[in-house]
């Protein structure tokens, strides 16, 4: 069983995702193999908010090359949290 704290790896704080704190929404690496519901309860437990929905997506890893030999950085999932009206996470600026 996942904790809390084993579902949210990181709170992801980019200027792409920074624009869409004003619409409650915040974007979160999370574990692989976590569901929506896990990553609700946890981000609501982490952070003492209301969240009124999840989305999630994978992102593939890149193709990188050093010297000869070839590979790729692992899949990483993300979540979008949408928090309910009059939410908000407090982020250290």
């Known amino acids: 069983m996942l904790t809390s704290h084993d ?12 624009r869409l704190e004003d619409k409650r929404k915040y974007f979160f690496r999370v574990d692989r193999n976590a569901n929506k519901i896990q990553i609700k309860k946890a981000v609501e437990e982490v952070y003492k908010v209301k969240v009124s929905s999840v989305n999630t997506f994978v992102s593939p890893g890149k193709l990188k090359r ?22 908000k996470i407090e982020v250290a600026t």
């Open 66 to 87: 050093v010297r000869h030999q070839y590979g790729k950085t692992p899949d990483t999932k993300k979540a979008v949290v949408t928090l309910a009206e009059g939410q």
């Open 7 to 18: 579902v949210i790896k990181a709170l992801l704080r980019t200027e792409k995702y920074s």
